[in-house]
């Protein structure tokens, strides 16, 4: 038992019973009376000059009541990061990919503003396609974007120690290029907004978002609007995973629109509009020369990585810092070199995805220490223990692990999956593999250079004292986090679960960046904790006074106030509260004193009692360039062990069993860490084995739909035994980190390593399809063939 | 134009003059307001839009509302009784099998069609049954056993 | 999604329905489950200015066992589900596996054995083995019906025999002889929700128990414009006793009678090799059927 009477436990998620019973109310279950639909022309060609718009068909037709381009929408530049401000909210000069915006209708149905959309006429002259980085990158290719020559979006260049001279010194020294493809985030509900334009002049966005703040900021500035008279209101949204934690224009367009007609203007994303505004998971090529000592111990990483981009920058320049920066842990590394270069292509952006730059990085080197494990030989397991860092290491990145349960993870998994007993005694077709993972709790600092606060909250006790109320502008997106904030409130407050009412993803309520980078838990936690504390103490205070006690005699647990010495008689407490309460139950005569007696005459002496917290996190990271992005207050790790079995005449591959442990710190809520977990290894499974988006000669996305982009099922996915490992991260709420990001990070080198256990091969590029297998299958049968012959 | 459907949903009759080419998850969103069934993929690839047609879970996003014309149809507000939530939904519930919850209502359907065929399935009979709905956030494992603690009894309402 | 507007006729029966398709000649499009020309439709891929459901004539979802030769009669709008749940069909294994591995079981509880013969997707779960049993489609306009082998059916991707103003009204399978046993092998990449990368069907039929083959239909799916009879690796069989040796012959065969090509979903080369693979699997399950 914790001496915890909320958190650590498996409450319910408090939002469950309205999403069990559709009530829970997505972006597409709002309307707003007299609304209107609005509809966006998105290009068809992925690389063109645009010569001339017309909009005047569409302006004809009966119902339409607004037409915009980028003459009224002005030419404001946006994106995610101010150091890589390149999208306009329609596109003026030039389309850079198929699907850029180029005009918006609003109409009074949906079908008329479709039907308008389609008596827009744009006169093109086509330009040529890039369509790779190789293309983009070679010596003479046009410019997607004038100021970036060579179509370079961003580089980094980063030297820890000496590479060079240390990679001399190894005993080993091994160099390997994998690739992944672009991925799409593949959430089930489709981006939505509803923009409303009021007589006094107020911008309320209701928004499927991940970020309400970011949004907020993007739309202010887009449409030139003090931030003050933005809001924006997230309703329950269906899952983001990185796709929804920046602005889309489709959320400008409609707050342009319904400032144009005056009405709230809805739309909502088809599912092939979701994969065209993409901002997943980047195609990634990592090149990476490690070198290790006989002994097992890793010195040294070379590596250099090249992300295609497409069209437009997104979250790009944080991903390609992350994708070096993240190899920092969880192995002691002492030289460290990273070069990497971000490319623009004429495809739609990529951005970021659960596990943001670093999942790619993380299962092409942890395939790779397993080759050297192998080449050392050493059991993977025992070549983790020799080089991973332990609590209050500091990385050659500047990271510092302030509590790290790595050993704990890869202890767990080893002995809850069998690997002594499995490892090296499975046959053909069939292996087991391990990895770690590592990632960041938040981010250090927020997207736009500033000092503000990461967030704040609020929690307000209703005037009776029988309940709290907890505001933050923190996004639910499925995660649970209103649910973690519920009971961090209950606990900090010393009130049962069922006396907390949470509200929680609008910028009225405060700051609060968002759901990204993991943050929420330990971020927005710390400040609610806080928030309840100070609630708690205001009411204490009171209480004491009055019973000429101390604060320090007094605590409350569970709803309950507990007396530290004898003898204490509140007796006037409870019968004033009962003078006010006639024809209610009244607490029985020998009950304890309750929170809300107390908290009713803290409001009768001293007004409404509004509890607040906040949070920032310490100064944090290097000097170096590029040393904001991988800084966290704390780190997450994880360990896991995946079984699988191969079909070795299809190349088909079937994962039987995932052991997966992860390091959170401290589980305010065990039901939703597993789950993060859970679904954590469903990504990633997908991503290693199936899912690509594809492209044709011309910039066509072949697959933008769940038919053909293939997310795991029921049936792909096996049971996961879950461990929670727990180091109590001393700048995190009770002890709390990361557990929705990290989790993903061991899963593909996993499947990668276990495949190699099952058929003597490895694979360097994703995913791992049927006909990827079976052909590096029947090369390698070939090959030994060959072999034989020669013999 | 218009055309006149009698159609049950819930347990109750309704005559309604829809378009032909509305769809059925349309005609119960934006008619019958019951937005509980949700749109994911418009192509019946994601099971977002399950309902139950005459008590088989189907996606109601690729089925013309005129379809629907003297069927009857279950949606998830069909489930709640005034005793409270169906004891599927309450094992959703307590097990932490949602997370964004957008597959929910089609994967409550989908569960509550299986249980009514069978009662006693085994883990591959439910991964089987919402092998057609899609799930991004759980990993499936909790809607499972979920699922399981209804067939064996765990839940009452 | 919209879906474009059209004109909806719901006749209630089959002669109805012909007079109507006949009358828009192609500018109508039959709805049955749906699962397929709503999507396309919405994807603005097929434009019908009609659309004529079918799903008002109780004579199409009618399946009966009958006639001397017990034949098996299958309404064209019975549902897939309908036929899994139904049993008649249990001698049938390798359309039994078919229908269970059609797309979901929400798919499945719309989608129609007809719909999934008459869309002629070269990549169809039901189309190889239906061939395989030497099926039968019952074709019905206003002059009248027609009996049709399903060997015939298919002209080449959406394309069939069918005339404007015709219906697949019904398909007949013959009752599976002695000794004869089936199997079906679908090679996708999930483990639902999948379109068939590569499918085969095998039927053979023994002389005897433990005798020399004498019948054989192996029918590939998706390695063609329509489902191809791998005629090579059936004349193969012909007359040999079953082994791992003969039916590792057939597959390579077949493999050669295949006629892939490359998509975005696999290379023809693999789909090839597949071939290969799955017509071996598919014959044993046939043999053990029998057994």
């Given amino acids: ?791 | 134009m218009k055309i006149v459907i009698n159609v049950t949903v819930n347990q109750k009759n309704y005559e309604l003059a829809v378009e032909p080419n509305m769809t059925l998850v349309d005609m119960l969103r934006e008619e019958l307001r019951l937005t509980g069934t949700k749109k994911g993929c418009g192509l019946g690839e994601c099971g977002a839009c399950t309902i139950l047609l005459d008590g088989q879970p189907v996606s109601s996003c690729v089925m013309l509302a005129v379809e629907a014309h003297n069927r009857k149809i279950v949606t998830i507000e069909g489930l709640e009784t005034e005793k409270g939530l169906h004891p599927i939904q309450q094992a959703f519930v307590e097990k932490g099998a949602i997370q964004c919850g957008f597959c929910t209502s089609g994967m409550v359907l989908s569960a509550k069609a299986l249980l009514d065929d069978h009662p006693h399935p085994d883990e591959q009979d439910i991964r089987k049954a919402i092998s057609g709905n899609l799930c991004r956030c759980t990993g499936y494992q909790k809607i499972v056993e979920a699922v399981q603690s209804v067939s064996e009894g765990e839940q009452t309402s | 999604m919209l879906i474009p507007r059209f004109e909806y006729h719901k006749p209630s029966t089959l002669k109805e329905a012909c007079e109507i398709k006949g009358k828009f000649k192609g500018k109508a499009q039959l709805l049955a489950g749906g699962t397929d020309i709503i999507p396309n439709m919405k994807k603005r891929i097929i434009l019908p200015d009609s659309l004529i459901s079918l799903n008002g004539i109780s004579e199409l979802k009618s399946n009966s066992v009958s006639g001397k030769n017990r034949c098996a009669r299958i309404g064209a709008c019975a549902t897939v589900s309908s036929l899994i749940r139904g049993k008649f069909l249990l001698p049938y294994s390798a359309l039994l596996t078919g229908l269970e591995s059609l797309g979901s079981p929400l798919i499945r509880n719309m989608a129609t054995i007809g719909g999934n013969l008459a869309t002629a997707r070269p990549a169809a779960d039901l189309s190889p083995s239906l061939i395989a049993y030497k099926g039968k489609a019952i074709l019905c306009s206003v002059a009248g019906k027609r009996e049709v082998s399903l060997d015939d059916f298919f002209l080449g991707p959406g394309k069939t025999i069918l005339n404007d103003d015709e219906i697949l009204a019904e398909i007949i399978l013959d009752e599976l002889p002695a000794c004869t046993g089936s199997g079906y092998i679908k090679l996708g990449t999930r483990k639902a929700l999948e379109i068939s990368l590569v499918n085969v069907a095998a039927v053979i039929a023994l002389e005897k128990p433990d005798g020399v083959i004498a019948g054989a239909r192996i029918v590939m799916g998706a390695v063609g414009p329509i489902p191809l009879r791998a005629t090579t690796a059936e004349n193969l069989l012909m007359g040999e006793k079953p082994s791992d040796g003969l039916f590792a012959e057939a597959g390579k065969a077949a493999a050669e009678d295949s006629r892939p090509i490359d998509d975005f979903r696999g290379s023809a080369e693999y789909r090839r090799d597949m071939v290969r693979v799955i017509t071996v699997r598919a014959l044993q399950k046939a043999l053990h059927d029998i057994r």
């Fill in chain 1, 1 to 791: 038992m914790t001496q915890y009477h909320t958190i650590n436990s498996r409450a319910p998620r408090i939002d469950a019973p309205d999403k069990a019973s559709g009530k829970a109310q997505f972006i597409d279950d709002l309307n707003m009376s007299d609304q209107l639909h609005g509809a966006i022309l998105q290009s068809p060609l992925a690389h063109a000059r645009i010569v001339k718009i017309d909009t005047s068909r569409a302006r004809k037709l009966p119902g339409v009541k607004a037409v915009v381009t980028a003459e009224d929408a002005g030419l404001v530049q946006y994106g995610v990061s101010p150091a890589r401000y390149d999208e306009t909210l329609f596109c003026h000069d030039k389309v850079r990919y198929i699907g850029d915006e180029i005009a918006a209708v609003a109409a009074v149905d949906r079908e008329t503003a479709l039907a308008a959309v389609s008596l827009i006429d744009v006169e093109y002259e086509e330009l040529p396609l890039l369509l790779s980085v190789e293309e983009a990158m070679k010596e003479g290719a046009p410019l997607i974007h004038e100021d970036y020559p060579g179509n370079i979006c961003a580089e980094v260049h980063q030297e820890f120690g000496d590479v060079e001279a240390a990679l001399a010194e190894c005993d080993i020294v091994r160099t390997d290029t994998f690739m992944n493809k672009m991925q799409n985030c593949a959430f089930l509900e489709p981006q939505g907004c509803i923009g409303h334009y009021d007589h006094r002049g107020y911008l309320t966005l209701y928004s499927s978002t991940q970020t309400p703040h970011y949004v907020q900021r993007t739309v202010a500035m887009t449409l030139k609007m003090p931030i003050g008279k933005v809001r924006v209101v997230k309703p329950y949204v269906g899952g983001g995973f990185g796709a929804k934690a920046s602005a889309n224009a489709m959320e400008m367009v409609a707050c342009l629109l319904s400032m144009k007609t005056g009405k709230p203007v809805k739309m909502v994303f088809t599912r092939e509009q979701v994969f065209l505004q993409a901002r997943g998971r980047h195609k990634f090529v990592h090149t990476l020369t490690t070198g290790a000592k006989k002994d097992g111990t890793v010195v040294a990483l070379k590596h250099n990585c090249i992300l295609e981009g497409g069209a437009y920058a997104s979250f790009g320049i944080a991903t390609v810092y992350y994708a070096g920066s993240l190899l920092g842990g969880p192995y002691k590394l002492q030289h460290m070199k990273y070069d990497a270069y971000r490319v623009y292509t004429n495809k739609p952006a990529c951005g970021a995805q659960r596990g943001h730059g670093g999942v790619i990085a993380r299962a092409a080197w942890e395939q790779q220490l397993d080759v050297i494990a192998e080449e050392l030989g050493m059991d993977p397991v025992e070549f983790r223990f020799k080089n991973m860092m332990n609590n209050g290491d500091t990385s050659c990145n500047d990271l510092y692990m302030s509590s790290f349960g790595m050993r704990e993870c890869v202890e767990a998994v080893r002995d809850k999956s069998g690997w002594e007993r499995k490892r090296g005694t499975l046959p053909r077709g069939k292996g087991i593999g391990m990895a770690c993972g590592f990632f960041v709790s938040g981010a250090g600092f927020p997207i736009y250079r500033s000092e503000t606060f990461h967030c704040t909250a609020t929690v307000k006790l209703s005037e009776d004292g029988g309940a709290a109320h907890l505001y933050t502008a923190s996004a639910e997106i499925g995660q649970g986090s209103d649910t973690t904030f519920a009971m961090i409130t209950a606990e900090a407050l010393g009130v049962p679960l069922n006396a907390v009412k949470v509200s929680s993803g609008d910028t009225d309520f405060g700051v609060d960046l968002g759901a990204y980078s993991s943050r929420q838990t330990l971020m927005t936690g710390f400040a609610v904790k806080h928030a309840a504390e100070d609630a708690k103490r205001q009411v204490l205070e009171v209480l004491a006074d009055k019973l000429r006690i101390s604060v320090s005699d007094i605590d409350v647990k569970d709803g309950t106030v507990i007396f530290k010495g004898p003898g204490i008689t509140f007796r006037t407490i409870r019968n004033r509260y009962r003078k006010e309460h006639r024809g209610w139950t009244d607490m029985p005569d020998d009950a304890p004193l309750s929170f809300a007696e107390a908290a009713r005459l803290a409001f009768i002496v001293k007004g409404t009692v509004i509890g607040q917290g906040e949070y920032r996190p310490r100064w944090l990271g290097g000097k170096f360039k590029g040393a904001a992005v991988g800084t966290s207050p704390a780190y997450g790790c994880s360990a896991q062990v995946v079984e699988l079995r191969v079909d070795m005449e299809t190349g088909q591959i079937t994962i039987d069993n995932m052991t997966d442990a992860h390091d959170c710190g401290f589980a305010i809520n065990r039901t939703s860490v597993e789950g993060q977990m859970q679904g954590s290894l469903l990504m990633g499974l997908g991503e290693a084995l199936f899912e690509e988006v594809k492209f044709d000669q011309k910039g066509r996305m072949l697959n933008p739909n769940f038919g053909e982009y293939k997310i795991p099922t029921a049936l792909d996915m096996p049971n996961v035994t879950p461990i929670i490992v727990e180091s109590n991260e001393p700048y995190g709420p009770y002890g709390a980190k990361e557990v929705g990001e990290g989790a993903i990070m061991p899963t593909i080198p996993a499947i990668l390593n276990a495949l190699y256990d099952a058929t003597g091969i490895r694979f360097h590029e994703l995913p791992l399809t049927p006909e990827r297998v079976y052909k590096a299958i029947k090369e390698k049968q070939c090959e030994a063939k060959a072999e034989r012959g020669r013999k």
